[in-house]
């Protein structure tokens, strides 16, 4: 009798092990592509993404293609400020905007480009 019980347990305790835990994806891809005012996809444009935090998780950067986008993935779940701008020191045109990355699904935003004006503070 001894033999069953500790024969159920242990089963159960298996069972209980390999569906209670869920295995977290590490994969939390996001697309972000940028337009001029009139819809118009624009390529070569520098896209920056990362936490409005200092040295709060790596930031991603890169340039978009012909299609007037570009993709990224992250491993963790986090919102990201994306800021895509066309020129440097300062920039001629300027574009901001917020992501939520969520597991599994490629997020999507879009950025619309506006000429830069020095006297607005930030996006």
């Known amino acids: 009798m001894?033999?069953?019980?500790?024969?159920i347990a242990l089963t159960a305790f298996i069972v209980l092990?390999?569906?209670?835990?869920?295995?977290?994806s590490f994969n939390y891809p996001f697309k972000i592509n940028v337009v001029s005012e009139d819809?118009?996809?624009?390529?070569?444009?520098l896209v920056e993404a990362g936490a409005p935090v200092p040295d709060a998780?790596?930031?991603?950067?890169?340039?978009?293609n012909e299609?007037?986008?570009?993709?990224?993935?992250?491993?963790?779940?986090?919102v990201?400020?994306?800021?895509?701008?066309?020129?440097?020191n300062p920039p001629s045109y300027i574009g901001c905007g917020f992501v939520k990355l969520e597991e599994d699904q490629t997020v999507e935003l879009t950025i619309v480009m506006q000429p830069y004006d020095p006297s607005q503070q930030g996006c």
């Open 17 to 24: 092990g390999f569906t209670s835990c869920k295995k977290q």
């Open 67 to 78: 299609d007037g986008s570009v993709s990224f993935t992250y491993t963790y779940e986090a």
């Open 39 to 45: 819809g118009t996809p624009l390529q070569n444009i």
């Open 57 to 64: 998780i790596p930031e991603f950067s890169g340039y978009t």
């Open 2 to 7: 001894k033999k069953i019980i500790t024969s």
């Open 80 to 88: 990201l400020q994306v800021v895509a701008t066309r020129g440097i």
